[in-house]
């Protein structure tokens, strides 16, 4: 879905800039990503650690939509601001691929090991700085 469909389809909304939720979700994001890191990777962790890591940074996402005067109501819509919005297409590349690894983890049960958890949560930890610095 481009920025175009997500607008007229109200999966995305111009509005005023949020600063102050904006600064919330910041916060929010820092705490998952911390939340992460002190979980021990296992087998029984690796799911959790990937989720709470994409969600710290799909809330660095927010906060940047709403500083840019933003609302996005999916996370397809993410991309697609990261690419059209903020000019980052290989952000916005990433980001959908680790959306899809999140969802069939979170929605299909599609289980991960160890190693393939490893792999997932050092891109994600590499794209939040990345994001990090479009705050």
Not at 4 to 12: G, I, Q
Not at 29 to 52: D, P, V
Request: proline share 0%; with cysteine.
């Amino acid at each position: 879905m481009d920025w175009t469909s997500c607008l007229r389809e109200k999966e995305a909304k111009k509005i005023t800039a949020d600063l102050e939720l904006a600064s919330s979700l910041e916060k929010t994001s820092a705490n998952k990503a911390i939340s992460s890191e002190l979980l021990q990777l296992r087998e029984e962790t690796a799911a959790s650690k990937i989720s709470l890591s994409y969600d710290s940074v799909r809330e660095l996402l927010e906060a940047i939509a709403l500083r840019k005067g933003f609302k996005i109501y999916n996370h397809i819509c993410y991309t697609s601001f990261l690419k059209e919005v903020m000019k980052e297409t290989y952000l916005g590349e990433g980001f959908d691929e680790l959306r899809i690894i999140r969802n069939d983890i979170n929605y299909y049960g599609k289980d991960v090991s160890v190693i393939e958890a490893k792999a997932v949560l050092e891109r994600l930890a590499v794209l939040r700085e990345k994001i990090l610095t479009l705050l």
